[in-house]
């Protein structure tokens, strides 16, 4: 029986870590980037959420490219690319050719998260799957909150451009890492679909109930959670906003890590994200009947996050489970990138303009439908793998 490589494991969430500090280390700096670029206005949004977008259009592309040429060689390629990018930010550009550096800086970023799963999927041992894709699932919260910890007093003493060629050497070491530390002999052999013209590959991974499966599942859980990260503590009593905005995310990484893994082992991953659906729909309604209010709007707002970590491990963790081929794997997570940067970017102006019109209530018409519809959609799938079809 294959042996886990926890060590390689480890270096992979590291790199992991470096590929979501390109979203946070503009992310937690924003209001210290305006000065840097005065009157941009609306363009300087760019900065920030162009990564995502590249993440949108191009997602499953990126799964099928590593399908076609191997994981390590696109994981090293697009941490080195990462590196330079980032030193090339720190002059600070004009504007537009910030932007641009953006854009390259996003097929930076989708090419590290759909290469190292497929790796960390080849490296771990069937028993210890769940874990190691669980653990996988945390590299974006916790890298944000290192950001956030250390990244904004660097910014403060030193300037943005400290940062960025920090961020640049984090990147460059995880590849130097990598280099030796993964086998040359791991790789994807490239599948049907990955042979396929690029719309006929889109349509095959989006029509298989194993390869669509985790993503099909993950794009309920981004569109609610970084949209409650976001707006939850602001509908809450003053008194609990910071504590809320603070644990939050620390409690979905805790949860995922410490009931997630268990529970995955023992039932499966499909299972576990339908359980944190359904914990989560409960979850909602305990918070909508608090009115925002009190030790039950905290205890509900932390179940919220608690019971959607269950989902973001389980999500990962169903990219191995379903697909035991290298290229399926790819393009599954590649799927994972695509919905899940849609989940992102709609999630939050949506929930927004509900509680504009709705107030509170809002949480409960936005976030129920999504967690019913993730458990329907789970069990469709579920019955298509049955059915072979």
Known sequence: MQETRWGLIAALWFAGLTAAMQFAKVGVIFDLLRPVWPGAGIWLGLVVSVVGFVGIVFGTTAGIAVARIGPRRMLLTALLAGAVLSLAESLIPPLPAMIALRVLEGMSHLAIVVAAPV???????PK????????????????FAITAFLGRPLVAAHGPQALFVTHAALMALAALLLWTLIPKEVAARPNAIARAGLIEAH?????????????MGFVFYTLMFVAFLTLLPDLVAPEWRYLTATVMPLISIAISLVFGVPLTRAKG???TVQVGLAAGALAIVAFVLSGGQGVLALVAVMAISGSLGLVQGGSFAA???LNSD???RAEAAG?????????????????LKMTEIWGLPAVLWFGLPLCVGGILTHAWLARRRSLGV
Do not use: H
């Not at 790796?119 to 041992?125: E, H, R």
């Not at 799927?335 to 929930?351: E, H, M, S």
């Open 119 to 125: 790796l960390i999927a080849a490296t771990a041992g």
């Open 128 to 143: 210890d799957q769940p874990a190691a894709m669980t653990i996988w699932s945390t590299f974006f919260g916790i890298a």
């Open 203 to 215: 349509r095959r991974i989006y029509a298989s109930p194993r390869i669509a499966a985790p993503a």
């Open 269 to 271: 991953a499909v299972l």
């Open 319 to 321: 990219i191995s489970e």
């Open 326 to 328: 290298g290229s399926a």
């Open 335 to 351: 799927a994972i990138a695509q919905l899940g940067n849609v989940g992102t970017t709609l999630g939050t102006p949506i929930l």
